[in-house]
């Protein structure tokens, strides 16, 4: 059973041992983080800007002790002063336990504590188009496109990559489970 708790610096070791190459760690972080192969400590430096925001709060979940059993990683940040919309980022599962619906049942899981814990309305996130994997999850786990929304893009290497804005409402998140 996949469990979550707080991210912790030792963290960053085994998210960054996850992205093995340039076109992974784009599909990932876009262009937040500037250099491939990811640092460690760049991860926790850019966490710990945010260590003094009552808005923004790093995740890894596990299903065993111990660094072997962490299994994902995702950001979690309020979008409004109200804290009714969140927004999940960063979210990566381990390249070893991919193809098992591992990441579905992680998201589902965020998605229970963003709706039951903290009481929010909607949840959003971005993903590009080509990263249909993780596409296929979100859909699995109740996110639906949001067509109203503007396509981002971004420029990756010698492409134009589009971002897909999702969204999940209490109400999708209850199907979806219930499926």
């Known amino acids: 059973m996949l469990r979550m708790r707080p991210y912790k610096p030792i963290d960053a070791l085994t ?14 972080s876009a262009d937040r983080f500037r250099d491939f192969p990811l640092d460690p400590e760049e991860l926790n430096r850019h966490y710990a800007d945010h260590d003094n925001c009552d808005n923004f709060y790093p995740f890894t979940f596990f299903d065993g002790p111990g660094r072997e059993g962490v299994t994902g990683h995702m950001i979690m940040r309020f979008t409004d002063e109200e ?17 098992c619906g591992l990441g579905t049942e992680m998201v589902r899981l965020a998605l229970s504590y963003a709706f ?9 996130l971005g993903v590009f188009e080509e990263n249909t994997p993780a596409l296929r999850c ?6 639906k496109v949001d067509e109203s929304a503007k ?12 971002c897909k804005e999702l969204l999940c409402s209490r109400e999708d998140w209850e199907r979806a489970k219930d499926e």
């Open 151 to 162: 396509a981002e893009h971004f420029d990756i290497g010698q492409e134009k990559w589009r």
């Open 116 to 124: 039951l814990i903290l009481k929010v309305h909607t949840v959003s």
């Open 138 to 143: 979100y859909l699995r786990a109740g996110f």
């Open 15 to 28: 998210v960054a041992g996850w992205i093995k190459d340039e076109r992974s760690f784009r599909l990932w």
């Open 83 to 99: 804290k009714t919309a969140l927004r999940f980022g960063f979210v990566i599962l381990d390249d070893k336990r991919r193809g």
